[in-house]
């Protein structure tokens, strides 16, 4: 027996099909740009990293030093 609904079941599939491959392309595309905004956070860290170790440097020779003046 014949399927009357094959013809429009098929432009359903077709189309979903359509959906699914521009979705995943979309996808790709987010996790490079996500890999992009990782790469970028990785060397904020690393100055983050720096300041905070000569921060830490320069507060620690200011009181060895008596030269820390309280916060204005």
């Known amino acids: 027996m014949n ?14 099909l359509g959906r699914v491959e521009k979705m995943n392309e979309s996808m790709l595309e987010l996790n490079r740009s996500v890999e992009q905004v990782n790469n970028y956070n990785v060397s904020i860290a690393e100055v983050v990293e720096l300041w905070s170790t000569y921060m830490r440097n320069v507060s620690w020779n200011l009181q060895a030093q008596n ?6």
């Open 3 to 16: 399927n009357p609904y094959e013809e429009e079941q098929v432009v359903i599939i077709s189309r979903i």
């Open 67 to 72: 030269e820390l003046h309280p916060p204005v």
